[in-house]
């Protein structure tokens, strides 16, 4: 089973950019669906953005033209490029991969079975 660790965060104000990145241990190239999940104190996990094993990419509504998800078969990373950070950004990001299956939507929470251990980003006014 593959391991994921993540890298990237930080602190940052209000308008800047971070770009997180998801390194496994082995391939991921043939992961169906790896994604980028927050939570923030108090509140549930939520999606963020998905990738599929072709390249397809998905993004929850509130980070739709600020995120970007890329993945590196080579290097068996996966990115989230954040722009315009807004404080409500701020939260625990996860990576996760769905590594036991080949059907289902990226942005499906139950479906992912392997996560890291999460980096913080904090946006602050």
């Known amino acids: 089973q593959v391991q994921l660790v993540e890298s990237g965060g930080g602190s940052v104000q209000v308008g800047g950019s971070l770009k997180l990145s998801c390194a496994g241990s082995?391939?991921?190239?043939?992961?169906?669906?790896m994604g980028w999940f927050r939570q923030a104190p108090g509140n549930e996990r939520e999606v963020v953005a998905g990738?599929?094993?072709?390249?397809?990419?998905y993004y929850a509504d509130s980070v739709k033209g600020r995120f970007t998800i890329s993945k590196d078969n080579l290097e068996n990373t996966v990115y989230l490029q954040m722009n315009s950070l807004k404080p409500e950004d701020s939260a625990m990001y996860y990576c996760?991969?769905?590594?036991?299956?080949?059907?289902?939507?990226?942005?499906?929470?139950?479906?992912?079975?392997?996560w890291g251990q999460g980096t913080q980003v904090t946006v602050s006014s």
């Open positions: 082995k391939s991921i190239f043939s992961l169906y669906c």
């Open positions: 996760a991969a769905y590594s036991r299956g080949s059907v289902g939507y990226c942005l499906d929470i139950p479906l992912y079975d392997t």
């Open positions: 990738i599929r094993a072709d390249g397809s990419t």
